[in-house]
């Protein structure tokens, strides 16, 4: 009986245990997380985990690989978006509208020459067809009269009306050929389309019967379209080329700015060609010779020698005072 009343005593007084005790004898059921990296320390104190110089290089790498990538794809669809806008106009029905999307183009070459990723990827815009510049040049402004037929009431009204293009004033033909020569002295490959589209007959026909605005723009761009391009070479001396430079040159009637512009072209194309045995018109010295004389000949090939040492600024202010010197001698005789 004693034995039985000592136990409920017991029993009763585990029962009555301070549950603040009980709450320090018991384990935690949440412990904080244990960062491994910290050494032990709770996850959640906030601190970053230590860094090392060649993760830290790493991120930089990657972080700079990402911006360039962002830079070129900015920059490529720049590039595309001016070639649709500028191509889109030059392709229309009016000649106002043809001008304004050359002067684009021209605007966007300006910009594309002074970077070289620009010109790399402009480069690469002309492989895509709907991007190529020369072909639009070519097949709209700088096409031959006979592809625009005249107007006529039947083409107006007839049945199957003909779609009639606007001609192209002195204006947009001299926008263009800006708009060809930059671009075959950025893209040699250019050069070599344009041949296709039969080039220089087309310029040295714009040299015949275009006005002055014209005919400077022709000259330049007959320069770009010969440098290192043998088969467009050949075909400027088959198109008698040099002969109708001549003429210009020597016609005293002729607006006197545009002769010194001839005697530049002479100046920079026989210099170009000086020493090269293999190009299609290394005989130019002999033609110069029958159409100047030999001693306007004799001048003309000393003066194609100024100065190539010379940076760009001087070199042009010398070919100036080279041309006139020509252009003196010429009227000397």
């Not at 592809?147 to 001609?167: A, M, Y």
């Amino acid at each position: 009986m004693a034995r039985t009343q000592n136990s409920l005593s017991i029993n009763r007084t585990k029962g009555h245990e301070n549950p603040k005790e009980r709450s320090s004898k018991s384990p935690d059921m949440n412990p904080k997380p244990i960062s491994p990296v910290s050494g032990g320390e709770p996850s959640g104190s906030g601190l970053p985990p230590p860094s090392s110089p060649e993760t830290d290089a790493a991120a930089e790498a990657v972080v700079s690989d990402l911006v360039t990538s962002l830079g070129r794809r900015r920059l490529y669809r720049e590039v595309t978006v001016a070639l649709r806008s500028g191509l889109r106009e030059a392709r229309a029905d009016f000649s106002f509208l043809r001008a304004r999307g050359l002067r684009g183009l021209i605007k966007f070459l300006q910009s594309v020459a002074c970077s070289d990723e620009s010109v790399r990827l402009f480069r690469h815009s002309q492989t895509i067809p709907e991007l190529q510049v020369i072909p639009v040049l070519f097949q709209n402004t700088l096409s031959s009269t006979k592809d625009n037929p005249s107007v006529t009431l039947d083409l107006v009204f007839g049945v199957d009306p003909v779609k009639i293009n606007s001609p192209a004033t002195d204006n947009e033909v001299s926008l263009a050929l800006r708009v060809l020569e930059g671009c075959c002295l950025m893209y040699s490959r250019c050069a070599s389309q344009a041949q296709k589209f039969k080039a220089i007959k087309v310029l040295v026909n714009i040299l015949s019967i275009r006005g002055e605005l014209a005919q400077a723009a022709c000259l330049d761009a007959l320069i770009s379209l010969m440098l290192d391009s043998s088969i467009n070479q050949k075909d400027f001396d088959e198109c008698h080329g040099l002969e109708r430079v001549a003429d210009i040159l020597k016609d005293e009637d002729v607006d006197e700015n545009i002769r010194l512009k001839c005697g530049e072209f002479l100046l920079i194309l026989i210099g170009h060609v000086h020493g090269k045995e293999n190009s299609p018109i290394a005989h130019i010295h002999e033609d110069i010779k029958q159409l100047f004389g030999e001693k306007c000949a004799s001048l003309i090939w000393a003066a194609s020698q100024f100065g190539s040492t010379l940076d760009p600024d001087q070199r042009q202010t010398a070919l100036q005072i080279q041309a006139r010197r020509v252009l003196e001698s010429l009227e000397i005789q």
